[in-house]
Structure formats: C-alpha cells, structure tokens
Nanobody
Framework: VQLQASGGGLVQAGDSLRLSCTASGRTFSTYVMGWFRQAPGKEREFVAAISYSGLLTYYADSVKGRFTISRDNAKNTVYLQMKSLKLEDAAVYYC????????????????WGQGTQVTVSS
C-alpha cells in the first residue's frame, strides 16, 4: 500500500489542524492505520492508531483528549484531528499502515507515508 499524507502547516499554540492520509489500492480496510511523529533530534514516536473498521482507537498519553484519529474506508483515508496544539507537538507526522497491530508500544509498521511537517509557534 502507498500512503500520501497531507495537511501539515504552521499554526499557533492552541490552534487546531487536521492531517489526512490517503492510501492506494483496494485493500485499505484490511490495514490498521496510524500516525507517528518525529521531532528534530528525537526518535519517531507513536501518536495514534485505528482498527480496520474504526471501532477501536489507540493514543499516546501525550495526545489523549486532544487528538482524534478517524478513517473513511470508502475514501481510503485516515485523519488525525489535532486540537489545542502545543509547542511540543511540532514534528514531522508520518502516516502508517500494517495488517497487524500488537500494541501501541510495539507496533511494527511495514508501510510508511512520506511525512508532513507540523510547526507550532508560540
């Protein structure tokens, strides 16, 4: 599966932003979809994931209550709605897809998007 992320940009702290990731192919609903992020000098970290049907969602503690992941299987698209953005949310956000999901802390992803930059200013 090929992933194309979009929606990043420059926002102020406290603002909202929605990221989108569109996947190629006809098997989108067979993938667990998610988002990771990587800030300069830091390792890539898990942000959120959503199950095949969208019924189950998982979040990093740092974004719980502020970010919402959703998917539209008819559009082959997964979204990340980000609210109350903080300076520490600034990073390159990567869309992720895999057919298996063990846990947020050990999710081994085999398919990555190209990343979209989110910059948060004070």
């Amino acid at each position: 599966v090929q992933l194309q992320a979009s929606g990043g940009g420059l926002v102020q702290a406290g603002d909202s932003l929605r990221l989108s990731c569109t996947a190629s192919g006809r098997t989108f609903s067979t993938y667990v979809m998610g988002w990771f992020r990587q800030a300069p000098g830091k390792e890539r970290e898990f942000v959120a994931a959503i199950s095949y049907s969208g019924l189950l969602t998982y979040y990093a503690d740092s974004v719980k209550g502020r970010f919402t992941i959703s998917r539209d299987n008819a559009k082959n698209t997964v979204y990340l709605q980000m609210k109350s953005l903080k300076l520490e949310d600034a990073a390159v956000y990567y869309c992720a897809a895999d057919r298996l999901f063990e846990s947020a802390s050990s999710w081994r992803v085999n398919n990555w998007g190209q990343g979209t930059q989110v910059t948060v200013s004070s």
